[in-house]
């Protein structure tokens, strides 16, 4: 038996769908990169941008034909098209698909198979004992058990992985659509957390990723404004761990004891990503973000008094709605002055069902908004060359994470990606290269010292 994701979408999508593939290994399924020979096909959905949605609905498109020509093969539709509770509209626009999976749930899907398996006779009693035990879950809350089993085909050279720490979001900005796809904020015990990140060391890997729509809101939904800061402090003594990262940060939750843990803990990493999304009052005042542009200048000034050597990324909307050009010139000024080692920047796509596109009108033209993309993304070019040309001369810290045409790809602390040669086996690694490239988006270095030994030899990790 075989399965097969296809996945689009955010990070947390990602640890989504290997959660999944973990579960469907457990019941004895396996990999395959052919959709038309997988008894299972699952195609895990992010509806962020319009692009994205007509992605998926081209490949729901395309499982018709699989599913004529091979009715016994099961199609599963799984993330934030379906939403936390799947609609009976959805049901009836893809009769192809057979099991509706909430984000980050493995249950519809694993107990639909479990049920199928099941000779006739019981299968009665067991749809029964299936409704009870969904009906008794909170809406889109996610069953772990914390530990988790990588997927066969990511055991072997895996080194990161990504862990969600809180599901859903309560900060209602107009322009997004994952709150209602994703529900309410569920933030998971530290302890689980802790099982989890444990489990993925054992397995090999030197590096994790903390996941949250607003990750610095973990903790909230229990009432505990200081649970980040002490989910860091438990990970940071787990052995064999490297290092710690977690993403995305709101400019109005990153309190100052958050940073001072970031700057005191060796395994978290001095990287911040922490979207501004706009450089102009009156459009962060529609996107409902809750902070001023000063607001968002004294909070890089903030991270940067109490993290040395941070880097800074951030997140940009253009041609949000009533963006004028005098606004847009506040955006592109803003990142101008700022100088952030990376910006991740998107055009407006209305989304049916938010605020934004109920109250106002997408009133930028697609070439106006294409104009204004790839004039910011000229200035944070320039920004990168200047920032990655500081590092030739200098040595750095990297951890080895693959490699790509014969050389060894790897990232500093800050999250800055750094190709070197070395004949050594290094995968896994933790070493010094000493910068003597550098372009926007990576650098070249050389080995300059012997990779430190690690605590536990990775279990099957090898280089391909």
């Given at each position: 038996?075989?399965?097969?994701?296809?996945?689009?979408?955010?990070?947390?999508?990602?640890?989504?769908?290997?959660?999944?593939?973990?579960?469907?290994?457990?019941?004895?399924?396996?990999?395959?990169?052919?959709i038309?020979?997988?008894?299972?096909?699952?195609?895990?959905?992010?509806?962020?941008?319009?692009?994205?949605?007509d992605?998926?609905?081209?490949?729901l498109?395309?499982?018709?034909?699989?599913?004529?020509?091979?009715?016994?093969?099961?199609?599963?539709?799984?993330?934030?098209?379906?939403?936390?509770?799947?609609?009976?509209?959805?049901?009836?626009?893809?009769?192809?698909?057979?099991?509706f999976?909430?984000?980050?749930?493995?249950?519809?899907?694993?107990?639909?198979l479990?049920?199928?398996?099941?000779?006739?006779a019981?299968?009665?009693?067991?749809?029964?004992?299936?409704?009870?035990?969904?009906?008794?879950?909170?809406?889109?809350?996610?069953?772990?058990n914390?530990?988790?089993?990588?997927?066969?085909?990511?055991?072997s050279?895996?080194?990161?992985?990504?862990?969600?720490?809180?599901?859903?979001?309560?900060?209602?900005?107009?322009f997004?659509i994952?709150?209602?796809?994703?529900?309410?904020e569920?933030?998971?015990?530290?302890?689980?957390?802790a099982?989890?990140?444990?489990?993925?060391?054992q397995?090999?890997?030197?590096?994790?990723?903390?996941?949250g729509?607003?990750?610095?809101?973990?903790g909230?939904?229990w009432?505990?404004?200081?649970?980040?800061?002490?989910?860091?402090?438990r990970l940071?003594?787990?052995?064999?761990?490297?290092?710690?990262?977690?993403?995305?940060?709101?400019?109005?939750?990153?309190?100052?004891?958050?940073l001072?843990?970031?700057?005191?803990?060796?395994?978290v990493?001095?990287?911040?990503?922490?979207?501004f999304?706009?450089g102009?009052?009156?459009?962060?005042?529609?996107?409902?973000?809750?902070?001023?542009?000063?607001d968002?200048?004294?909070?890089?000034?903030?991270?940067?008094?109490?993290?040395?050597?941070?880097?800074?990324?951030?997140?940009i909307?253009?041609?949000?709605?009533?963006?004028?050009?005098?606004a847009?010139?506040?955006?592109?000024?803003?990142?101008?002055?700022?100088?952030?080692?990376?910006?991740?920047?998107?055009?407006?796509?209305p989304?049916?069902?938010?605020?934004?596109?109920?109250?106002?009108?997408?009133?930028?033209?697609?070439?106006?908004?294409?104009?204004?993309?790839?004039?910011?993304?000229d200035?944070?070019?320039?920004?990168?060359t200047?920032?990655?040309?500081?590092?030739?001369?200098?040595d750095?810290?990297?951890?080895?994470e693959?490699?790509?045409?014969?050389?060894?790809?790897?990232?500093?602390r800050?999250?800055?990606?750094?190709?070197?040669?070395?004949?050594?086996?290094?995968?896994?690694?933790?070493?010094?290269?000493?910068?003597?490239?550098?372009?926007?988006?990576?650098?070249?270095?050389?080995?300059?010292?012997?990779?430190?030994?690690?605590?536990?030899?990775?279990?099957?990790?090898?280089?391909?």
């Amino acid at each position: 038996m075989h399965y097969h994701i296809w996945t689009i979408g955010c990070q947390m999508n990602t640890a989504d769908s290997q959660r999944l593939g973990s579960e469907l290994e457990r019941m004895g399924y396996r990999w395959t990169d052919a959709i038309e020979s997988a008894d299972v096909v699952v195609l895990n959905t992010c509806v962020v941008r319009q692009q994205a949605e007509d992605r998926i609905y081209g490949r729901l498109g395309g499982l018709r034909p699989v599913k004529e020509e091979r009715p016994d093969t099961v199609i599963a539709l799984m993330g934030c098209l379906v939403g936390h509770k799947p609609s009976a509209a959805l049901r009836r626009r893809f009769p192809q698909v057979d099991v509706f999976i909430p984000p980050s749930e493995t249950l519809p899907l694993t107990d639909f198979l479990a049920a199928r398996a099941m000779d006739e006779a019981a299968r009665e009693l067991e749809r029964d004992q299936i409704a009870a035990r969904w009906a008794d879950q909170d809406a889109g809350s996610p069953v772990s058990n914390g530990a988790l089993i990588l997927p066969d085909r990511e055991r072997s050279h895996s080194v990161s992985a990504h862990v969600p720490v809180v599901y859903g979001c309560n900060w209602v900005c107009t322009f997004c659509i994952i709150p209602s796809r994703r529900g309410p904020e569920r933030s998971r015990p530290i302890e689980e957390i802790a099982a989890h990140a444990e489990s993925l060391v054992q397995q090999g890997l030197r590096e994790i990723t903390l996941l949250g729509q607003i990750v610095d809101r973990y903790g909230y939904d229990w009432g505990e404004h200081d649970a980040m800061p002490r989910l860091l402090r438990r990970l940071n003594a787990i052995d064999g761990l490297e290092r710690i990262r977690f993403l995305t940060s709101h400019p109005n939750f990153m309190s100052d004891e958050l940073l001072d843990t970031v700057a005191e803990l060796p395994k978290v990493m001095e990287h911040i990503e922490v979207p501004f999304q706009a450089g102009d009052d009156a459009v962060l005042a529609r996107m409902k973000r809750g902070y001023t542009v000063d607001d968002y200048r004294r909070l890089v000034e903030r991270i940067r008094q109490r993290i040395p050597g941070v880097a800074i990324h951030t997140d940009i909307i253009v041609g949000f709605c009533g963006e004028s050009e005098r606004a847009f010139q506040g955006t592109y000024d803003l990142l101008a002055e700022l100088e952030l080692d990376k910006a991740h920047i998107a055009k407006f796509s209305p989304r049916p069902g938010t605020v934004a596109d109920k109250l106002w009108a997408d009133d930028v033209s697609s070439d106006e908004k294409e104009r204004r993309r790839k004039a910011l993304d000229d200035l944070q070019t320039e920004v990168c060359t200047r920032i990655n040309a500081s590092h030739v001369g200098r040595d750095v810290e990297v951890l080895v994470e693959g490699s790509d045409r014969g050389r060894w790809r790897a990232r500093t602390r800050t999250n800055k990606l750094v190709y070197f040669e070395d004949p050594r086996p290094l995968l896994g690694r933790l070493a010094t290269v000493r910068v003597t490239w550098s372009g926007p988006w990576s650098m070249i270095g050389e080995a300059v010292d012997r990779p430190r030994p690690i605590v536990h030899e990775p279990i099957a990790l090898e280089l391909r």
